[in-house]
Nanobody, 138 residues
């Protein structure tokens, strides 16, 4: 069993930065597919950044590409999301998710890289954190 806890959210002005951290208790995140997702009330959940544990490749949604960076820290057993140049549109509750046994069909993999599929295919991740609020406002 993996329990995920997000931290680092808060209020920041446009153009500012925040670093979210996803910590796993009682288990290791090594080998898990990891994703950072966000949700705004009334909108669909968006996968913003994901890591494929098989080869370490990453995926970023177009809305955050070039501004956000996802990175794992094996020593701390965390996966962080560095968010720079924040915009009001980034305001959302951010969740991390993990799964040791993500199954991607050959059909899916023929159309997109695994890391992208982990973010965009509405996969049933086994473990989710409780979420952390990020508010970008002046």
């Amino acid at each position: 069993q993996v329990r995920l806890v997000e931290s680092g959210g808060g209020l920041v002005q446009p153009g500012g930065s925040l670093r979210l951290s996803c910590a796993a208790s009682e288990s290791t995140l090594d080998g898990h597919a990891i994703g950072w997702f966000r949700q705004v009330p009334g909108k669909e959940r968006e996968g913003v950044a994901c890591i494929n544990p098989g080869d370490g490749t990453t995926y970023y949604s177009d809305s955050v590409k070039g501004r956000f960076t996802i990175a794992g820290d094996n020593a701390k057993n965390t996966v962080d999301l560095q968010m720079n140049s924040l915009e009001p549109e980034d305001t959302a509750v951010y969740y991390c998710a993990a799964d040791l046994h993500v199954i991607l069909t050959s059909t899916i993999l023929s159309t997109m890289p695994a890391a992208q599929a982990m973010c965009v295919m509405n996969l049933e991740y086994d473990y989710w954190g409780q979420g952390t609020q990020v508010t970008v406002s002046s």
